[in-house]
Nanobody
């Protein structure tokens, strides 16, 4: 199993920055990719960014150029650097990890609230 602990959500003004962290523990050697989904009130959950074990990153078009996903060298922590935040970025951000260990499975961390408001 994999456990994920998320931190970094906060209230920020438009144009500001935040960095979210997601620390994985357990069978981290089984992780194939990690990423962040977000869900705003009344909207469907959407992928924000994803990074593979090889370091290949994918972004939703709405965050491209403003958000950067990265991971530490131990590949157990994923960061989401969010710059030039907009009110429409406000959502609950959840970290996930896809694993492949005797079958594929997705693990989720707790959500963290990002509020963008002046």
């Amino acid at each position: 199993q994999v456990q994920l602990v998320v931190s970094g959500g906060d209230l920020v003004q438009p144009g500001g920055s935040l960095r979210l962290s997601c620390v994985a523990s357990g069978r981290i050697d089984s992780i194939t990719d990690m990423g962040w989904h977000r869900q705003a009130p009344g909207k469907q959950r959407e992928l924000g960014a994803q990074i593979t074990i090889a370091g290949f990153a994918v972004y939703d078009v709405s965050v491209q150029g403003r958000f950067t996903i990265s991971r530490d060298s131990a590949k157990s922590t994923v960061f989401l650097q969010m710059n030039n935040l907009k009110p429409e970025d406000a959502a609950v951000y959840s970290c996930y990890a896809n694993t492949d260990y005797y079958g594929r499975r997705t693990y989720w961390g707790q959500g963290t609230q990002v509020t963008v408001s002046s």
